[in-house]
């Protein structure tokens, strides 16, 4: 099983929210028939058997293997992959971070983690069906300022570092060299509650 799949299409994205179907997928991270499945969700078999074929023909559902049973086959399917990812061509027409004017609004943030989900998500399939693993870098933290102004310094800071690091090791000129997007961002929190 795949660890992330994106779902480009709208008409998919639209089957894929029905919340019977999600029920279905997610009986679905392990092996199972239409059969098994109907009986774990409660559901008619022939109801589960359409929308199994409707997934499996959209690409999420694979066979696993067939099996004689009772004079007729079962085929046991399970989920494509573990995560489903809606890339953010499916509510078209998105949102470019090229395009946005502010480049400190939460719009120019949103849109660089749309664009980072498609782009990991795609790069995260091809390095599966490549049988590599796919190399990246995160951190998450949270920081707690005491002001505007040390928020500002905070960024500032932060800013001059990883520019002096990407001009530091960004290297045009080596023919095996591999280029990452380094995407830095930061967004208040809802604050958690004192014990």
Request: proline share 7%; aromatic share 6%; glycine share 6%.
């Amino acid at each position: 099983m795949s660890t992330v799949q994106v779902v480009h299409d709208p008409r998919h994205a639209a089957l894929l929210a029905a919340p019977v179907r999600q029920r279905i997928l997610e009986a679905l991270g392990e092996p199972g028939s239409a059969t098994t499945v109907a009986g774990t969700l409660g559901l008619s078999r022939q109801l589960v058997a359409y929308y199994v074929r409707q997934l499996e023909t959209q690409g999420y559902v694979e066979l696993v293997h067939e099996r004689p049973r009772r004079g007729c086959v079962e085929r046991i399917v399970r989920r494509k992959a573990e995560y489903l990812v809606a890339s953010p061509d499916v509510l078209a027409p998105g949102i470019d971070p090229a395009k946005v004017k502010d480049k400190f609004s939460g719009a120019y943030l949103i849109a660089l983690a749309l664009r980072m989900a498609r782009e990991v998500g795609e790069a995260q399939a091809l390095a599966e069906k490549k049988g590599v693993p796919l190399p990246t870098l995160s951190s998450d933290v949270e920081v707690r300022f005491r002001s505007p102004g040390d928020r500002h310094a905070f960024a500032e800071e932060l800013l001059d570092c990883v520019a002096r690091l990407a001009a530091k090791y960004n290297d045009d000129t080596h023919v095996d060299g591999r280029t990452y997007r380094v995407v830095v961002g930061a967004h208040p929190v809802k604050p958690k509650r004192k014990p």
